[in-house]
């Protein structure tokens, strides 16, 4: 394992953090839909790296597989860096709200609404309150959602960059 690693950094580290990030978007859709937690607006907002991190990171595994130059899957990983750079961001902002260091924004109570089919959606819309972002629906060992968001998109961050920027041992 450690002379794949060592070979072929690049390629270890786009199978890793493109795996690790279809693990926590697939772990916050099973606490949604599974587990009942409905996201608030910024829950929402701090899954769009990860999404978009997911494709990324795909393509830089089929650049790696290709043997695409290196250059191509080096810069695919520091996009994904950065995507989770800014997903990092959004969980220290998502976090700061919860712990009230500063305010949340306006649309804070706009998320997912969860439950039945509304038949009329104007009366759903009327009758659905959305969870505040303000207010951390779960914590584990201390820390909320947003708070291990930030963990992970840290980790993968480094992952990713260090997949970008270590040469490849002979």
Known sequence: ?????????????????????????GSALGFEHIGGYVPCALCLMQR??????????FLAVLSAVFRLPPVVTKTLLIAVA?????????????SGVEW??????????IGATGGDTPVNVLEALNATK?????????????????????????????IALWGALRKPSV
């Open 100 to 109: 009230k260091f500063w305010e949340g924004p306006s649309t804070c109570t």
């Open 82 to 94: 950065v995507l989770m750079l800014v997903g990092m961001g959004l969980g220290i902002y998502h």
């Open 48 to 57: 769009n790296p990860y999404y978009i991190g997911i494709g990324v990171g």
């Open 130 to 158: 959305a969870p505040s972002c303000t207010e951390a629906t779960l914590r584990v060992l201390g820390l909320s959602f947003a708070g291990w968001n930030v963990l992970t998109s840290a980790a993968f961050a480094a």
């Open 1 to 25: 394992m450690l002379a794949i690693l060592n070979r072929h950094p690049d390629r270890a580290a786009a199978v890793l953090v493109t795996f690790g990030m279809a693990i926590v978007v």
